[in-house]
């Protein structure tokens, strides 16, 4: 039992504190009930941002329990993937909110991955100045990491996440069951998330991750509870010791993400899922680490055998050196023109460098790009 946690059958509910509020990240919930759910914001008018293929899934059935709970309901379906965080899906929002009447009370829910909550996060923070917001994550790293902490982000054509903003959601309501219709590397995406808050906070998660192998491929509903509560965990602290990204510590949920966005930049946010990014953005900011002194060779060695026993890329043939590097210049991290780096110093603790040269991070980059 951890603080602000409350069970229920089979379902948890961890409250993340933002200011003097609250909100809660429900872990196993059903899709079925949410209709139910929600209705402790009333019933009025209620806008759904979804993509393609989850509403297949599971929008369209959505949006029958929510019209039959006495919801207005209307919807944008968008296209699937990265490139759809963009300043022109967001327009197209705007119009779409427009004309299907929303009001400043009127319910945004986000139904999908990464993608679709960063972008009806930052829709729901803008439009009419405000409107409430539900995220109901269905992939692994949204349920980890993107539908939490009120971060949003879309992608210019300089780089990853360079418009965005800080809104923080009503409730994040997590089905574990909809992780079963993943394609696995969209599943394997999220597992690297997890494997990060290992490293960073959380030596026990770390562990679970390396005895869980084998369970964890097969998407185990009792490992997958474990970790993802694990992980909104780690989240839930650096989140509310560093809400707005103030004091520098909810960097640490950078680690891998520095050399990460670059590759995906670089790979034009279609060569990678974001997972498979960060896991080899992870590997070549812990090389960066031990080459300092920072890491332990053991260390880095055992991260870089768990990130291969999941059967991520440990190279990246063929991918171009110098967009990467020229991506890594136009990080959002930056300060005084220094790119910040948050690096392992061991596996549950991390560290903070802004002296990181482009020859020294080249040098680096080599290893794992050729």
């Not at 990240?25 to 293929?53: E, H, P």
């Not at 967001?90 to 009127?106: K, N, P």
């Not at 269905?138 to 992608?155: E, F, M, R, S, Y």
Request: hydrophobic letters at 45%.
């Amino acid at each position: 039992m951890v603080r602000n946690s409350q069970d229920s059958g089979n379902e948890s509910e961890i409250r993340i504190k933002s200011g003097r509020e609250s909100y809660p990240v429900v872990i196993g919930g059903r899709l079925d009930d949410l209709a139910g759910r929600l209705s402790i914001f009333g019933v009025g008018r209620l806008f759904l941002i979804t993509d393609r293929r989850v509403h297949e899934l599971y929008g369209a059935k959505l949006l029958r329990d929510l019209s039959g709970a006495g919801w207005r309901t209307a919807a944008a379906v968008l296209p699937p993937g990265e490139r759809t965080k963009s300043l022109y899906r967001l327009e197209r929002l705007y119009a779409a909110g427009v004309e299907a009447g929303l009001e400043r009370l009127s319910l945004v829910l986000a139904l999908g991955g990464g993608v679709v909550t960063d972008l009806a996060g930052f829709f729901a923070a803008t439009f009419l100045r405000g409107l409430p917001l539900v995220n109901v994550p269905t992939t692994l790293l949204g349920q980890v990491d993107a539908a939490i902490g009120g971060k949003n982000g879309l992608n210019l054509p300089a780089g990853k996440n360079l418009a965005g903003t800080f809104y923080q959601p009503r409730l994040v309501y997590c089905d574990l069951d909809t992780l079963a219709t993943l394609p696995f590397r969209d599943y394997r995406s999220g597992l690297a998330e997890i494997i990060k808050c290992g490293v960073i906070r959380d030596p026990d998660l770390f562990d679970l991750m390396e005895r869980g192998i084998d369970g964890f491929k097969r998407r185990d509903p009792y490992l997958l509870r474990r970790a993802v509560t694990a992980a909104v965990r780690v989240k839930r602290a650096l989140v509310e010791a560093d809400p707005l990204e103030r004091t520098g510590l909810r960097r640490e949920l950078n680690f891998g993400h520095t050399v990460g966005h670059g590759l995906e930049k670089a790979g034009g946010y279609r060569r990678f899922r974001h997972g498979e990014a960060v896991a080899l953005g992870m590997l070549a900011e812990a090389e960066l680490a031990r080459r300092r002194g920072l890491l332990a060779s053991a260390a880095a060695d055992r991260l870089g055998r768990l990130v291969a026993a999941y059967g991520f890329r440990t190279r990246a043939a063929g991918c171009p050196l110098e967009g990467v590097l020229s991506a890594l210049l136009h990080d959002k991290k930056k300060q005084d023109g220094r790119v910040k780096f948050v690096l392992p110093a061991a596996i549950g603790r991390t560290v903070t460098c802004d002296d990181v040269a482009q020859a020294e991070l080249a040098a680096v980059l080599k290893i794992f790009i050729n």
